[in-house]
């Protein structure tokens, strides 16, 4: 995208670009919608990600997901879903879902 690190020239940067449309993903969930960029995922690698200890990763750095996860392998439990889109519709139980708009 040709955006650098420093803040002010990507601001500045931005405010010179014309604005273009983007496709999102949007999800519907208990607490309300949710949008998403790229990629939305859920399920067991999802609940490793949020479960793992942030005292864990700054010691053991993306080992402490692997640690967490194999901690919780006895204790996977399937998520309920309802998948719409056009001309698509899925309900069921899953493990591990990862829904991508994205095109590589």
Known sequence: AGIGD????????VSE???RPIDLLRIEAEHGPHWCANVASGGFGT???VETDEGLKKVLGGLAYLVTG???LGRIEPVRARLRGP?????GDFIALGIGNGRQ
């Open 6 to 13: 420093e803040p002010l020239a990507a601001l500045q940067l």
């Open 17 to 19: 670009c014309a604005a």
């Open 47 to 49: 609940d490793v990600t």
């Open 70 to 72: 194999m901690a919780r």
């Open 87 to 91: 001309d698509f519709a899925w309900e």
